[in-house]
């Protein structure tokens, strides 16, 4: 289950618009038609974790879940 890291309210044209979590903790985002650079409304908006994966949940919050563990074949 998903628990919120940070309560942001962010207002997003989902439509237009992908949003992500970049690298150092940036909320970015890009147009949806592939035109265009991405560019971080919000810079630094949480410290990540390696162990989380971080994402913009639909109340336009920073939420996380824990890293899947993958298993080796033998």
């Known amino acids: 289950m ?3 890291k940070k309560q942001l309210n ?3 044209d989902h439509r237009a618009f992908l949003y992500f979590i970049a690298g150092r903790g940036n909320v970015c ?3 949806k038609s ?3 650079k991405a560019e971080a409304p919000l810079l ?3 410290e ?3 162990q989380y994966l971080y994402f913009i ?3 336009g919050d920073i939420s996380h879940l824990p890293r899947g563990v ?3 074949a033998a």
């Open 34 to 36: 592939g035109k265009g």
């Open 10 to 12: 962010l207002e997003r």
């Open 2 to 4: 998903a628990e919120k």
């Open 48 to 50: 990540r974790d390696n």
């Open 57 to 59: 949940d639909k109340q």
């Open 29 to 31: 985002r890009r147009p």
């Open 44 to 46: 630094r908006a949480v």
């Open 70 to 72: 993958r298993k080796r």
